[in-house]
């Protein structure tokens, strides 16, 4: 059983750089596809981003395609988030989720486990 904690969060400003980690215990973490989401203001909780077992190969939603980056580092257990030229519609609770196996979904239902979310506020 994995269990996810999250961190790096906080308040920046438009344009700026924040970088959000997620270390992961147990001895299994590389049998785990990795994903990042995030939940807005009144809104659902949506796909961030996804990176297989060995971070050979990731994927990103539209929206943060080209400034979010995924990487993980299978030696710590942790995974992590470089966001670049944030924007106030990036403010939200990111969350960390685990989904056993190599197959990157986008559906938060397929993802057993999950953090308790870092805090991410982009002022304008």
């Known amino acids: 059983q994995a269990q996810l904690v999250e961190s790096g969060g906080g308040l920046v400003q438009a344009g700026d750089s924040l970088r959000l980690s997620c270390a992961a215990s147990?001895?299994?973490?590389?049998?785990?596809?990795m994903a990042w989401f995030r939940q807005g203001p009144g809104k659902v909780r949506e796909f961030v981003a996804a990176?297989?077992?060995?971070?050979?190969?990731?994927s990103y939603a539209d929206s943060v395609k080209g400034r979010f980056t995924i990487s993980r580092d299978n030696a710590k257990n942790t995974v992590y988030l470089q966001m670049n030229s944030l924007k106030a519609e990036d403010t939200a609770v990111y969350y960390c989720?685990?989904?056993?196996?190599?197959?990157?979904?986008?559906?938060?239902?397929?993802?057993?486990?999950w953090g308790q979310g870092t805090q991410v506020t982009v002022s304008s």
């Open positions: 989720a685990a989904r056993w196996g190599d197959t990157m979904v986008a559906e938060k239902d397929d993802y057993s486990y």
């Open positions: 147990g001895r299994t973490f590389s049998l785990y596809v």
């Open positions: 990176i297989s077992r060995t971070g050979a190969r990731t």
